[in-house]
């Protein structure tokens, strides 16, 4: 093959023979059938007829030995007619360049300043990826849109109408009804909820809650003393020990001074008490009464403590589902992140509180976990703020604490990247990673999901480098088409996979071989020849002989040379012909015997071929072309030439027989090696009936970016993860724009 001559291997009209690059069309040429050509008007021809290259017969002139292959200016418009301007081919195909496609793509992925069109710009299609996921023209604030950034973090309204999980979480407009943060802790009223709305925080020990209206918070019902809770009843308190209840507290009913009534004529257990002596029966009302009192002033702590309760109930189901949310998604995250010192101050707190007062701030983060004796534990509290050194929780303490040594360490986003699974190795509270889970790269722009199974963050949206890698693809869509019309001979590749790695293994010898192909033919045709000789390795070691040497000079004297004519007569024509038989050819098979094959192995000793080298000497080669014709000769000079290489090639004279006939088609299996080996792997053909492909071409466990052509669908699918997923257009739709790949070919071939 010439240096400029490309194969291009589509099927052609015989089976899989490929087309030959010719270059450019020349007069007097000989093209064969199937060359290709360029010619003078750009386009490409293929040749249909073995002819000679005229000037009357050129590819314009004469549709019969040659056919249009590619045509230029189509293949140019398919490739670079600009943006939203429709293609009428010369075949009166239709439809839009790769130039558009592009175009097309890019602002599906990252148009920001107005909504996408359709394919003639004359409609709004939709908003592109980047829109939605950032912001955009005509989503951002718009009704009933918002992009998913906006939806996360936004502090206005997303949707004229609603607001981000953020606000909902932590803000302070007024119109959202309160957020969590609010409905937690808020002292007064919950802002942006009803007047009469109040806090978690506030029900539990808010000041403000004391009156009619609000009726009083956990902490007022247990202790408020002179004064009512709710304008007609009192606190635990109160009712305890209090003085200002007018039908007097426990304290009083239990030991008010004998003969002083506590309201009315009723007294306390101990006047009863002390007239018990008099008056057993007294004694037994008194004790009657003071139980009463007793049960009433229970039941009233009771209310107290299932009311504040109720409050701590409320602030944990809000830390729980807080907890759930930031252990779904983990936040935001970059390549190297490292954890940094885990701080460890002393903290104070009072009981039913989320913020902590430490010794010290340094170091302290949002988003780690506290941990230390009287911290809850599930679920554990993360850092929400920090202000000097006033810290606030996740969650309320269920007991104060004073002096109290915490550690404070980061987890999930907030701890160290893990490059084994490109991302956290953790949850944000330091818990296992479960399917499922989410967080944003920020080195890489994209977000991860972790797989469990393959204990791995994995990307749900392409790079950039990835995107530009599919669209590489889409625009060789017609040789990945020529790839699936091969799919037998690459599945038949696949499948000698082991004999193909061991001719690469010997690529240099099988190029040695094919150097000397015309010599090994020769030798195949020698074979039994070769076979007699091996047979008497002793005696030929016997004509290095000087003695020997001497005799054989006697064989080209005028007798032995008309002795040997006699050879060539009919009669022994006849005779060898004997040697063609069925019974000799099964004799012959013996020669492959192991030791016939031993035998055969000493002709490459060293004494052997240095005696195989005197026969080489220029007297004795002299002498012997006195023994033959000249076709003889030229054998016998061959063989002291290659003596080494005959004996290796003896035990495999079949194979070498074979490898010799395909020697070039060898050469390129075995420089390409590593790319049949991988691409077999890579790409399958199945029917997918009645389910997918479970390995890939080699057998092992499918991964991400693995290939299958789905035969009884005719569409190519790529491997997710978990399933196949479709790549592209149907070979239907795939034929529609074929020649927007024709360019690159246009270029490749100069």
Known sequence: MAANQVTVATPGPAGATGLVYEGVWAVDSVYQVRDLVRFTDGNLY????????????????????????????DAFQWATKIKHTQITDSLSNTGYSALHQAAKASDWASLTTDAVTNDANAADV????????????????????????????????????????????????ASTGGSSKSWSQD?????????????????????????????????????????????????AKEYAQGTTIASGSAKDWAITAEDSAVTGSSYSALHHAAKAAASASGGSTSATASATSATASAASATASAASETAANASVDAISVIYDAFNDTYLGAMADGATQGTNPTPTGTWAKNSSTITVSAGTNIKVGQVVTGTGMPTSPKPNVL???????????NMDAAGSGVTLTFTGYGIYGTFNGTKDGPALDNDGDALADGMLYFNTTDDVVKVYDATTSAWKQIQPTTTEQGHINTVSGIATNVTTVAGISTNVTTVAGISANTTTVAGI??????????????????????????????????GRLGTAAAVADMALLGTTDCVADMAILGTSDIVADLAILATTDVVADLAILGTADVVTDLNTLGTADVVTDLNTLGTADVVSDMNTLGTGGNVTNMNTLAGIAANITTVAGISANVTTVAGVSANVTTVATNIANVNNFAALYQIDDFSPSAPSTDGSGA?????????????????VYNGSSFDRIGLTLVETQAEANNAAVAMSIALG
């Open 701 to 717: 466990s499918l991964a991400d970016g693995d290939l299958a052509y789905d035969s009884t669908a005719n569409q190519l699918k």
């Open 46 to 73: 293929v040749c249909n007829t073995q002819h000679t290259a005229t000037s009357g017969n050129t590819p314009v002139l004469n549709a019969t030995i040659w056919s249009l292959f590619i045509n230029a200016d």
């Open 507 to 540: 690529s240099s010898n099988v190029t040695t071989v094919a150097g000397i192909s015309s010599d090994v033919t020769a030798v195949a045709a020698d074979a039994t020849d070769i076979g007699a000789v091996a047979a008497k390795a002793t005696e030929i």
């Open 385 to 395: 703020s920090i202000a000097g050194t006033t810290v606030v929780l996740s969650d």
């Open 126 to 173: 939709d908003y592109s990826a980047k829109a939605w996921a950032i912001g955009g023209t005509e989503v951002t604030t718009t009704n009933t849109r918002g992009a998913a950034k906006e939806w996360a973090i936004a502090t206005g309204l997303v949707d004229t109408a609603s607001y981000s999980s953020k606000e909902y979480a932590q803000g302070t407009a």
């Open 187 to 235: 002292t007064d009223g919950v802002n942006g909820a009803g007047a009469n709305d109040r806090s978690a925080k506030a029900w539990s020990q808010g000041a403000s809650m004391t009156g009619v209206t609000l009726g009083g918070s956990a902490k007022d019902w247990a202790h408020v003393t002179g004064a009512t809770v709710n304008g007609s009843e009192y606190s």
